[in-house]
Nanobody, 123 residues
Framework: QVQLVESGGGLVQAGGSLRLSCAAS????????MGWFRQAPGKQRELVAR??????????YYVDSVKGRFTISRDSAKNTVFLQMNSLQPEDTGVYYC??????????????WGQGTQVTVSS
């Protein structure tokens, strides 16, 4: 059984930073496509960042609104994926979800989800 457990959310002032963690069990993060999504109040869930499978060769994607501010990374030894979020803005507020795809490169489906962690950025 695959489980993804997010942590690290909280309340932060605009311009601040947070680091989200997603601890996986039942599946290795290095063999999976991993992604971070967020859902703001009244809006649809959107992909924020994703990273392909592989420890030495991989690629990362970011939605335009977070490029240069957010970084997705992976610690295979801890089987954990991170999202470092810097220069946070109120529009980054939402519930952040970790997801895993069985398709490590195409990530054409997101097969496993965490329960989400709340991020609130005050102005």
């Amino acid at each position: 059984q695959v489980q993804l457990v997010e942590s690290g959310g909280g309340l932060v002032q605009a311009g601040g930073s947070l680091r989200l963690s997603c601890a996986a069990s039942g599946r290795t993060v290095s063999s999976s496509g991993m992604g971070w999504f967020r859902q703001a109040p009244g809006k649809q869930r959107e992909l924020v960042a994703r990273i392909s499978s592989g420890d030495t060769t991989y690629y990362a994607y970011y939605v335009d609104s977070v490029k240069g501010r957010f970084t997705i990374s992976r610690d295979s030894a801890k089987n954990t994926v991170f999202l470092q979020m810097n220069s946070l803005q109120p529009e980054d507020t939402g519930v952040y979800y970790c997801a895993a795809s069985k398709y490590g490169t195409t990530m054409k489906s997101w097969d496993y989800w965490g329960q989400g962690t709340q991020v609130t950025v005050s102005s």
